[in-house]
Nanobody, 118 residues
Framework: QVQLVESGGGLVQFGGSLTLACAVS??????????MGWFRQAPGKQRELVAT???????NYADSVKGRFTISGDNAKNSVFLQMNSLKPEDTAVYYC??????????WGKGTLVTVSS
């Protein structure tokens, strides 16, 4: 069993900041996370990548968030964070945490809503 629990969404004004957090739990002696990331889905749009981080700390960002968002991870706690600054209305979406577990595949959280008011 692998579970992802997200937190930190909410309503923020244009130009504001929010931090999302995601904790992953799993069972089995072989449980190990290869990478974690954040995706988002705005109303009427497809889910898109926001940022990812590998267990070795290699990060990747969507062009639309570079310079504004920062992804970080805590391997000891199987957690990933997304610091979002200079938020814009177009950042409004449901944000989903994703974890790639070694030898098992990918898993999704239930999502947390971020709303940026103009």
């Amino acid at each position: 069993q692998v579970q992802l629990v997200e937190s930190g969404g909410g309503l923020v004004q244009f130009g504001g900041s929010l931090t999302l957090a995601c904790a992953v739990s799993g069972t089995g002696s072989d449980f190990a996370i290869a990478a974690m990331g954040w995706f988002r889905q705005a109303p009427g749009k497809q889910r898109e990548l926001v940022a990812t981080i590998t267990h070795t700390g290699i990060t990747n960002y969507a062009d639309s968030v570079k310079g504004r968002f920062t992804i970080s991870g805590d391997n000891a706690k199987n957690s990933v964070f997304l610091q979002m600054n200079s938020l814009k209305p177009e950042d409004t979406a449901v944000y989903y945490c994703h974890a790639t577990v070694m030898l098992r595949g990918g898993y999704w959280g239930k999502g947390t809503l971020v709303t940026v008011s103009s």
